[in-house]
């Protein structure tokens, strides 16, 4: 079962606290702190490494030291200084001990974070149909596979749609993940019109009385016109076969391909009408603070982050979970 109840009927998730929640899925903790240790270790290890025992005086010299180890997590200039200034405005001309301003820096950066713990919109009646899209490698096609396995685990029938009919070897490997989670496929021939596989798809979900239905993507950029013609054309078929789908459009985005990848994604993001983000890789990088700029320049909530290439290295994106595993002793 997730927290808030993510991948629930609505009536169900309202009813579920985030403490009930988090006891009952194991090593969601343990996940997070390991797949952000390379961000953990930046944070953690160099704004340590500026104090001595004793402690050390909060003077211009050391705020700049600490703004500089803060812009290597990508943070963005602006959130690294609003976070300099509240240290500054707390603690200048006295002398702090480290766990003061790691404490400083969790409390304004888990502020910056923040965001409506929106879940994934559940359908009323009928499957959730959920549509992924993103740039080539961004990893959407791991983050299904992960996505099927945390709807699974929380006693939902997965149905995937292998709409990246364009490269074979999406088929496959989601055809394998399929099998290996207990998912059933719906594919098409290479080369096929991905919008008769994302209508097969939902018609088995409807069939079947599945709970989710995932529907696979190819890689696109918001530059290649008839790529996403034909992902409008997916829209349309989806939601012929039902009113309201697809219910969520989620973005899957690289967390290492950094500010480049951020304004490559952003076009895109709005020509597909993106509902929520999927954050990946954040285990491959120490740039973990690049939530900051994404939740800023997409106004979309990060729903999800995946933190390695396991299926089971996804978690729902919580701020306060997400900073606390960032500042993690360990
Ligand atoms: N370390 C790490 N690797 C990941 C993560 N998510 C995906 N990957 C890896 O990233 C690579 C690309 O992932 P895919 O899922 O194939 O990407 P895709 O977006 O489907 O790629 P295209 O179909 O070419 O557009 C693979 O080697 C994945 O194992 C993650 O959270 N952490």
């Known amino acids: 079962m997730g927290i808030f109840g993510f991948g629930k009927k609505k009536e169900e998730a309202d009813n579920t606290s985030q403490e009930e929640t988090s006891a009952k899925e194991p090593g969601f903790f343990g996940r997070l702190g390991m797949g952000l240790e390379k961000t953990r270790r930046l944070l953690n290890t160099d704004i340590r490494d500026l104090f001595k025992a004793e402690g050390r005086l909060v003077d211009e010299e050391l705020l700049d ?31 702090v001990h480290t766990e003061d301003i790691l404490k400083n820096i969790q409390d304004e950066l888990s502020n910056l974070m923040q965001q409506d713990q929106e879940p994934i919109k559940m359908a009323a009646e009928g499957p959730t ?8 490698g961004a990893g959407k096609t791991t983050s299904i596979a992960k996505l099927t396995r945390w709807f699974i685990d ?43 596989v994302a209508f097969r798809a939902v ?45 969520e459009v989620l973005l899957v985005l690289d967390a290492t391909a950094g500010q480049n990848g951020i304004s490559q994604a952003k076009g895109f993001s709005e020509a597909a009408q993106c509902t929520g983000i999927v954050l990946t890789k954040l285990d491959g990088t120490a740039k973990g603070g690049v ?24 978690t729902r994106f919580d701020p306060q979970a997400f900073c606390d595993a960032m500042f993690a002793e360990g």
Do not use: C, Y
């Not at 190819?218 to 992902?231: C, F, I, S």
């Open 203 to 247: 018609d088995e979900g409807l069939k079947s009385n599945a709970d989710v239905v995932i529907i696979d993507t190819a890689g696109r950029l918001q530059t290649q016109k008839n790529l996403m013609t034909e992902l409008d054309k997916m829209r349309r078929v989806l939601g012929k076969k039902i009113e309201e789908a697809p219910h």
């Open 129 to 136: 149909v959920i549509l992924v899209v993103g740039v080539n």
């Open 65 to 95: 030291e600490i703004f500089a180890v803060l812009i290597r997590t990508d943070m963005g200039a602006g959130p690294a200084n609003q976070i300099k200034d509240r240290i500054q405005r707390d603690f200048r001309g006295r002398v």
């Open 291 to 314: 939530v900051v700029p994404i939740r800023k320049e997409f106004q979309l909530p990060v729903k999800f982050i995946g933190v390695g290439e396991k299926p089971e290295d996804l």
């Open 154 to 196: 929380q006693g939902n029938s997965v149905v995937l749609g292998a709409g990246d009919t364009f490269r074979a070897a999406a088929t496959e490997q989601l055809t394998i993940w399929a099998e290996r989670l207990g998912a059933t496929i719906v594919k098409g021939e290479a080369g096929s019109d991905p919008a008769s």
